[in-house]
């Protein structure tokens, strides 16, 4: 039985719609009802923060501040069986965030991950399958970095490597760098990024293969994940540095003049894809609507075994509308697989598209408050 | 609050400082005016004393107060080796392990296209200037293990190569991302002895 740990509190100052807030949660379901722009996913939104230290769609942490403040805070208490932690997020623009657990000040965001594991469903990720690859990729560093610390260091070494790269190809453009100092430059990225590449082949390795079985038990469709590296798709479980090494090597090659030209980095796991394959076909391209929904409702069960199996300890679940747009057999087994065991958080339009859960707690949102029903 | 000028003015310096934020600045501050007069007399002829008579090693370029450095000026070295550091700290790391007697050649920084340090604003001219002097049979990269070093000592690597000095690699093995100034005594006589090829 996988130990949890759950949000029990939200204090909210300055965040989006809410100038203050303050809210008690169950340990099961908490739903929250209310008409379009009441400010149900600004919450789900404030319990992101919690758990990555960012939004999940603003790029900008300014856009959360409410309008006409200085500042936001959010603070969640997290319980489990050592007792309460909490997590704070400051931020002011033009300050800085700081991120802060049980009272100590982060050094970066990244020692944050983790914390409080979450696996987040929202409409957007519906288009899945057929959305651009900067998404796919985002999905799978976002889940990641919270359950490996090695694939966070990696990541934060490849962006340092691939920064510091693109910084000499833009430099190389107003005066030519030395042959040598572009050699060392392409070895130390390609040493990055093979290692990076490698970790994330096999932990997406791993993902299909759950992402498969639950596919399985909802449709009978086979499914297969695999990456897709300079337009070649790549057998995740091929997760060797050195065969990711020369695959990126022969890339740059191919790219070298390009690159020189643009000033940037042309190849590498910033530029490679993420492919479904449904029964041996590309989901991008063949997926049915209702395919692509059993899909990602398939990715989001694995992403809750990935994250219990590597952290010993269920993910909350952030579910913004899409519950609705899921239909029996694949509601069903969210609910039942997930919510009825992890903490969940989800936004409804009103209470017909609730679930039926015990002991869930409905909120009540209208703008700037939100309020438990029935006490 | 603003505090008097010469307060104000004495945070805002040791605000300069690496790791002292306007927090700890303030601490200091406070703790200094709280002391006899003598104490800050000392501390701050300590700081220019030692501002005016040190300087760079006229063959390491490491921090010595005379002309060439105590180890340069050891006859006891063993002059056919040159380890390769990023700041001063890294030598006294080496030197705490009572492993290493060869020489060293600091950098002080590492190449970093970002923060625009190219070859020229590290020593490696200076570097280069011993090796083709002659002697030298091994050259010990140790500059730290994260992506500034690596690429440092693959740098140093190719720029070497024509000279027919051995090149060698400080063997991983250091803490996650950890400089040689982090890791304890025991981990980096082990990354000296297993050192390879590169
Ligand atoms: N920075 C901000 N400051 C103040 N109010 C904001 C800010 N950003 C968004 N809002 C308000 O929040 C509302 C949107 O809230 P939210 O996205 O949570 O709505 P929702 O309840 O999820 O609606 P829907 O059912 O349409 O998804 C907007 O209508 C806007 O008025
Ligand atoms: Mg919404
Ligand atoms: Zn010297």
Redesign the interface.
């Known amino acids: 039985m996988a130990e949890r740990r759950l949000l029990s509190r939200l204090y909210l100052r300055d965040f989006r719609s809410y100038p203050r807030l303050e809210l008690a949660f169950a340990p099961g379901l908490n739903a929250f009802v209310g008409p379009n722009g009441a400010g149900k996913t600004n919450l789900l939104e404030a319990i992101h923060y919690l758990c990555l230290g960012s939004s999940f769609r603003a790029a900008r942490d300014a856009e959360a501040v409410a309008w006409g403040a200085d500042g936001f805070f959010v603070k969640g208490r997290l319980r489990d069986e050592a007792g309460d932690l909490d997590v704070e997020v400051a931020f002011r623009p033009g300050h800085g965030k700081v991120v802060r657990v049980g009272g100590r000040s982060l050094g970066s965001t990244a020692e944050l991950y983790g914390t409080l594991p979450c696996v987040s469903f929202r409409p957007e990720d519906l288009e899945w399958a057929k959305g651009p690859p900067a998404a796919r990729r985002l999905w799978l560093d976002r889940l990641l970095v919270q359950t490996s610390a090695s694939y966070r260091?990696e990541l934060l070494?490849f962006r340092?490597?691939l920064?510091?790269?693109n910084?000499?190809l833009v430099?190389n453009r107003h005066e030519k760098a030395?042959r040598?100092?572009l050699?060392?430059?392409r070895?130390?990225y390609l040493?990055?990024a093979a290692a990076l590449a490698a970790e994330r082949a096999r932990a997406l390795a791993e993902i299909g293969r759950r992402a498969a079985e639950e596919l399985g038990a909802l449709t009978g469709e086979s499914l297969a994940l695999a990456v897709v590296s300079g337009g070649e798709a790549v057998v995740p479980a091929a997760g060797e540095a050195s065969a990711w090494r020369e695959r990126y090597a022969a890339q740059l090659e191919a790219v070298a003049e390009e690159e020189l030209v643009r000033g940037h980095t042309l190849a590498g796991p910033h530029r490679d894809d993420i492919l479904a394959l449904l029964d041996g076909r590309d989901a991008r391209r063949y997926a049915s609507q209702g395919q692509q929904r059993s899909l990602v409702a398939a990715l989001k069960l694995a992403e809750v075994g990935h994250i219990e199996a590597r952290l010993g300890r269920l993910p909350c679940l952030l579910l913004d509308d899409v519950f609705s747009e899921l239909d029996g057999s694949r509601r069903a087994r969210l609910g039942e697989a997930a919510m009825t065991r992890a903490q969940t958080f989800l936004t409804a339009a009103d209470d017909r598209l609730l679930p039926e859960v015990a002991g869930a707690r409905v909120f009540d949102v209208r703008p700037g408050a939100a309020q438990a029903r029935d006490g | 609050m603003a505090f008097p000028g010469p307060i104000a003015r004495l945070i805002e310096e040791l605000n300069r400082l690496p790791g002292v934020g306007p927090k700890s600045a303030q601490r200091l501050a406070f703790h200094l005016l709280g002391r006899p007069a003598e104490e800050a007399r000392r501390l701050a002829e300590a700081i220019l004393a030692a501002r005016e008579r040190v300087r760079r090693c006229e063959v390491c370029c490491d921090w010595t107060d005379a002309p060439v450095c105590r180890v340069c000026s050891d006859p006891r070295r063993d002059a056919t080796k040159i380890c390769v550091v990023e700041s001063p700290k890294d030598v006294a790391a080496l030197e705490r392990t009572g492993r290493y007697d060869g020489l060293y050649h600091v950098l002080h920084g590492a190449i970093s296209p970002l923060s625009g340090v190219g070859p020229g604003d590290v020593t490696i001219g200076r570097l280069l200037e011993r090796l083709r002097a002659g002697g030298v049979q091994e050259l010990i990269l140790a500059t730290d293990p994260d992506v500034d070093g690596e690429a440092t000592a693959l740098y140093l690597k190719d720029v070497v190569a024509p000279l027919g000095v051995r090149v060698t690699r400080l063997a991983r093995g250091l803490p996650e991302g950890g400089d040689l100034d982090f890791a304890d005594e025991l981990t980096i006589a082990r990354a000296l002895e297993g050192r390879r090829e590169l």
Do not use: G
């Open positions: 260091a070494a340092e490597a920064a510091e790269r910084a000499l430099r030395a040598a100092l050699v060392a430059w070895e130390a040493e990055r």
